[in-house]
């Protein structure tokens, strides 16, 4: 039996969340830097409204023409009464080895896009089903954290149900009198807000549930500087040296702006020197919350360092950005890892953890016509 010499990989990139053009960026980069000689590579794009796209229409995507005229050509191709049809083009790629989702917030990292990898019985680079649901969502992660000691901000959630019970005299009790408002389950610091008084606390809220039904009220941090980590592996994961992000100071804190359209005031320090025990503790803690979280494969970690030296975790990044300024490749690089040999290392974690969960066995038992389900009458 001949031996393929190339790994056929499914590239799926887009997404109908706020950071869809991020993941195109995102996919740019990543397939530039695959080695064709040990690739072959078929994109995917998902459209703003869940349409996977052809390898062919998503090239010339790639290429530059507009994603809404090429989307909608693609569609009239479709069935759309087939219930699969949003789906429908991946059928037509055969024979792919392991995909590659770089699909940044909703469907990729909330474990819906797992999912389906599931289903369709082939191995993908990132963490499972659950642990990218668990980690996307900001109020879950805080409590898995929490219940494993691992030091995180203090908030509250609020929902359409007690939004009214969390007005801001009662916030400014429990948090302080400056707090940052979050959506559970977003990314890239959309629809954040930090507020200082009932009416920036008011109008953030009122922003934040236009993008999810579940807002975190979480106190601020003395300070403070923000630190990053990378973490790479499955069961033995390795963590990266830390870099740092330096903000405007007319800039409230790191928002969507100057992470993806203006980042000419920022600056990242690649390594970051920070004195020892710090930077031990927070190593620690990094890969203490990956293995809380059951994390596989890759995950960037955000961290808030007060004044006095004591971090936080802030947030969990499980398909981190792999654009130009994405600290997730930068750290590695300054590490010693290059981005093409990242890529590689991704891909095989990915063909491992698959080969783990393929092992695991399911017990199934047939129910005979003697079976207690099959001999059971209801009580009148």
């Not at 799926?12 to 053009?21: M, P, R, T």
């Not at 990266?240 to 203006?262: E, H, M, Q, T």
């Amino acid at each position: 039996m001949e031996t393929k010499s190339k790994l056929h990989v499914g590239l799926l990139f887009g997404g109908n969340s706020s950071e869809h053009d991020v993941s195109k960026r995102s996919a740019h980069n990543i397939y530039d830097a695959m080695d064709k000689a040990n690739y072959d590579v078929s994109l995917f794009l998902l459209t703003r409204d869940g349409f996977v796209l052809s390898d062919a229409a998503s090239r010339r995507v790639f290429d530059g023409e507009d994603e809404a005229t090429v989307a909608a050509e693609e569609k009239t191709k479709v069935d759309p009464s087939n219930p699969l049809a949003p789906i429908w083009n991946l059928s037509q790629a055969k024979d792919i080895d392991v995909f590659f989702p770089i699909i940044h917030g909703n469907l990729g990292e909330d474990g819906t896009i797992q999912g389906l990898f599931r289903l369709l019985k082939k191995p993908y680079v990132g963490s499972g089903v659950l642990a990218s649901a668990v980690s996307f969502d900001k109020d879950m992660t805080k409590q898995v954290l929490t219940a494993h000691g691992i030091r995180n901000t203090k908030y509250v959630v609020l929902t359409p149900d007690n939004r009214d019970a969390f007005d801001y005299a009662t916030v400014q009790a429990k948090l302080g009198d400056n707090v940052f408002i979050k959506p559970a389950n977003q990314g890239s610091s959309v629809g954040i807000h930090k507020a200082g008084n009932a009416q920036e606390y008011n109008d953030g809220i009122a922003d934040a549930f236009r993008y999810d039904y579940k807002v975190l009220v979480e106190q601020t941090i003395d300070g403070p500087e923000e630190v990053e980590i990378s973490i790479l592996g499955n069961e033995r994961p390795e963590a990266s040296k830390l870099g740092a992000i330096r903000v405007p100071k007319s800039d409230v804190f790191y928002d969507y702006n100057n992470k993806f359209v203006d980042a000419s005031g920022v600056t990242f320090e690649v390594p970051v020197e920070l004195p020892e025990d710090l930077t031990q503790e927070i190593t620690q803690m990094g890969l203490q919350t990956y293995a809380a979280l059951g994390l596989k494969g890759m995950a960037r970690i955000d961290y808030l360092v007060s004044k006095d030296g004591v971090p936080y975790v802030g947030e969990v990044n499980t398909l981190p950005g792999f654009t130009n300024i994405s600290l997730y490749p930068q750290l590695w690089q300054a590490t010693g890892i290059s981005y093409a040999d990242l890529i590689d290392r991704l891909i095989q974690l990915a063909l491992d953890e698959f080969k783990v969960q393929d092992q695991l066995a399911y017990d199934f038992i047939p129910l005979s016509d003697n079976s207690a389900a099959s001999t059971y009458k209801p009580k009148n």
